[in-house]
């Protein structure tokens, strides 16, 4: 199984909601990425978890909170976001963090009114 | 900085023919190269992955190579087909960031119509 399962699959929220986007890989990986994408554009990273451990974050608004309950789970929590917070975003894992191959999943489109 | 460049940016061809996409890298110091689709407002597929000690791979009408030492990476779709419309990424990886850390950097994307 090389599947990423990514909830919801479309997300439209207010500036003062909070709502959390969900990841899940069951191929016993033990890095997971956050990837924002705008319209085309490449995917920008956001954050890695490797071993259930934050390793990176490319300076990343507060507004947006990771969190990784277990080595199969993802979550992106989302606070006070802005219009120019509408973006997809994806969900990645791999083996180990950057020298193997990446699955992606679907993604989230976000929209920010 | 690793900087990763996709030639063209934009591709239409009547179906049948064979294409190459390339992809550029700057850095020659890379683990892997990996080619992506993605279909509008969707995830990215993987397609292949090379690896730095490899020149080439293979899948179905897919034939990605790799030249290291001259930065460069090709794909090849053979017969191309409608259904192969959508954008092709390439991602270079690991690139090491200011903070210390590795990451893959990617491509800009090549859009690919391919019409009846």
């Known amino acids: 199984d090389t599947e990423v399962t990514q909830t919801p699959k479309h997300l439209v929220m207010g500036m003062t909601n909070k709502k959390s986007l969900k990841c899940e890989q069951h191929m016993g990986h033990r890095a997971m990425y956050w990837y924002k994408q705008k319209a085309k554009k490449p995917p920008e990273l956001m954050f890695v978890?490797?071993?259930?451990?934050?390793?990176i974050n490319e300076s990343v608004p507060s507004r947006f909170s990771p969190e990784c309950p277990n080595s199969s789970l993802l979550n992106l929590h989302l606070h006070a976001l802005q219009p120019e917070d509408s973006a997809l975003y994806l969900c990645a894992s791999s083996q180990v963090v950057g020298v193997d191959e990446q699955f992606f999943g679907p993604g989230t489109r976000l929209t920010v009114l | 900085k690793q900087e990763v460049t996709q030639i063209p940016a934009a591709l239409s061809v009547p179906e049948g023919e064979n294409l190459v996409l390339n992809c550029s890298f700057t850095?020659?110091?890379?683990?892997?190269l990996q080619w992506f689709r993605q279909d509008p407002g969707k995830g990215l597929t993987s397609l292949l992955l090379i690896q730095s000690s490899q020149r080439e791979q293979t899948s179905g009408r897919l034939n990605a190579s790799l030249d290291k030492s001259s930065g460069r990476s090709t794909l090849y779709i053979a017969a191309s087909q409608p259904g192969d419309s959508a954008t092709y990424l390439c991602a270079v990886g690991p690139t090491l960031t200011s903070g210390g850390s590795y990451i893959p950097t990617f491509g800009r994307g090549t859009s690919l119509i391919v019409h009846p």
């Open positions: 978890y490797s071993y259930e451990k934050l390793s």
């Open positions: 850095d020659s110091a890379i683990y892997n």
